[in-house]
C-alpha cells in the first residue's frame, strides 16, 4: 500500500516570492513520483516526475523538485512565483512494479496556491 | 503522450435522473480510469476498465450506481445513476498508455452539479 501526505492545505506567497510546497509519501514498494497542477475549471497537468537518477528533477514553469529517499520527502520548490501560478497542487505516487498491469496512482489531498500581488 | 477528450465538460442535473460521461482517447490504451474529485478534496479511483472486460470497482463503489462501459481500446463511458447532490463532483478520466509508461494522462473532467 503506499500513500501521500501534503501538509499544507493552502499556502499563501506574494508574487516574486519564493515557494516551496511538501510532500511526504509511504511506500512498501518502489515508486514514482509526479507533481500535477488543476488550474481553476480544468484538468490535471503533469509539472514534473521523479523516475530515477538525479534527484533534482526540474518541471515546467521553473518549477523543480527534490526527491530525499531518506525522509521520503519529494518537496516542489519555485524560486520566484507569478500569479499565474495560482492553482492547486498534488503530489502523486505510482507503483513501479505496475501491480496487477498498470500503474495505480495515489494522490495527496493538494495544497492551494495562492499567489497574492 | 495521450489526448484525452470527455464530454460534457460540465453539466446540472436534476436529483434522481442519470448522466452518462464519455471518455475518447487519440490512441489505443489498455487501462482507462475513472476518478471522482469532490469539491475541496482529492481524487479517488472510482474503477479501472480494461477493454473487453467488466471493469474492476474501488471499495465505496459500486456498478449499479457507477456503471462503465469499455467497447474499445479508445473509448470508455461511466454513468452516474440516481444522483442526488453529494454526487456534484468533477470526475476525470485518465489513461495508462501499458509497459514502458510512466505516467498517467488525464482528461479535462466533467464538472457535474446535481441540483
Known amino acids: 500500500a503506499q500513500s501521500v501526505t501534503q501538509l499544507d492545505s493552502q499556502v499563501p506567497v506574494f508574487e516574486e516570492a519564493p515557494v516551496e510546497l511538501r510532500c511526504n509519501y509511504s511506500?512498501?514498494?518502489?515508486?514514482?513520483l509526479f507533481w500535477y497542477v488543476q488550474y481553476p475549471n480544468q484538468g490535471l497537468q503533469l509539472l514534473l516526475k521523479?523516475?530515477?537518477?538525479?534527484?533534482l528533477v526540474k518541471g515546467i514553469n521553473g518549477f523543480e523538485a527534490e526527491f530525499n529517499k531518506s525522509q521520503t520527502s519529494f518537496h516542489l520548490r519555485k524560486p520566484s512565483v507569478h500569479i499565474s501560478d495560482t492553482a492547486e497542487y498534488f503530489c502523486?505516487?505510482?507503483?513501479?512494479?505496475?501491480?496487477?498491469?498498470?500503474?495505480?496512482?495515489?494522490f495527496g489531498t493538494g495544497t492551494k496556491l495562492q499567489v497574492i500581488p | 503522450s495521450a489526448v484525452i477528450s470527455q464530454k460534457p465538460s460540465r453539466d446540472i442535473c436534476q436529483r434522481g435522473t442519470s448522466l452518462t460521461i464519455q471518455c475518447q482517447v487519440d490512441?489505443?490504451?489498455?487501462?482507462m480510469f475513472w476518478y471522482r474529485q469532490q469539491p475541496g478534496q482529492s481524487l479517488t479511483l472510482i474503477a479501472t476498465?480494461?477493454?473487453?472486460?467488466?471493469?474492476?470497482?474501488e471499495s465505496g463503489f459500486v456498478i449499479d450506481k457507477f456503471p462503465i462501459s469499455r467497447p474499445n481500446l479508445t473509448f470508455s463511458t461511466l454513468t452516474v445513476s440516481n444522483m442526488s447532490p453529494e454526487d456534484s463532483s468533477i470526475y476525470l478520466c485518465?489513461?495508462?498508455?501499458?509497459?514502458?509508461?510512466?505516467?498517467?494522462?488525464f482528461g479535462q473532467g466533467t464538472r457535474l452539479t446535481v441540483v
Open positions: 502523486a505516487v505510482s507503483d513501479r512494479l505496475r501491480s496487477g498491469g498498470y500503474q495505480k496512482v495515489t
Open positions: 490512441s489505443q490504451v489498455t487501462m
Open positions: 485518465s489513461v495508462d498508455k501499458g509497459a514502458g509508461s510512466t505516467e498517467a494522462f
Open positions: 521523479y523516475l530515477s537518477g538525479s534527484t
Open positions: 476498465a480494461n477493454q473487453g472486460s467488466e471493469a474492476t470497482y
Open positions: 511506500s512498501s514498494v518502489s515508486v514514482y
